[in-house]
């Protein structure tokens, strides 16, 4: 795989997500195994493997630790984290971006 990256947008305010503490790990005989993690910068995005890094094919989990982000806003948002599982299929890019609000999110495979 060639790398793999993140980016969360807060539909809400209409702006990134910085700082957002995001964990990588993948799924080996039905156990999550720690792969990497990263902070959101500034523009919202991270980058949780690089594109000299390769990993294989497999199923991943991607956890967003939103609850600190919404505390600094005050907000008291439903979501403490959240969890996205996804199959890699071949050895491209690949782009997991989050739509985040308070109380809802989605997500896809990007580019």
């Known amino acids: 795989m060639n790398g793999l990256t993140t980016h969360i947008l807060d539909i809400s305010r209409g702006l990134p997500a910085p700082q957002v503490r995001v964990r990588l790990e993948q799924n080996v005989e039905n156990e999550w195994r720690w792969i990497s993690e990263a902070l959101t910068d500034g ?24 609850a600190p982000y919404f505390e600094s806003l005050q907000i008291a ?14 050895t491209r890019h690949h782009h997991v ?10 997500t896809y495979r990007g580019s």
């Open 43 to 66: 523009d919202g995005r991270a980058r949780l493997r690089s594109a000299e890094e390769t990993f294989d094919v497999g199923t991943y989990r991607l956890t967003f630790e939103v």
């Open 97 to 106: 971006p989050l739509l985040l609000g308070p109380f809802g999110y989605s």
């Open 77 to 90: 948002a439903f979501y403490p984290f959240i969890q996205v599982v996804f199959t890699v299929h071949d």
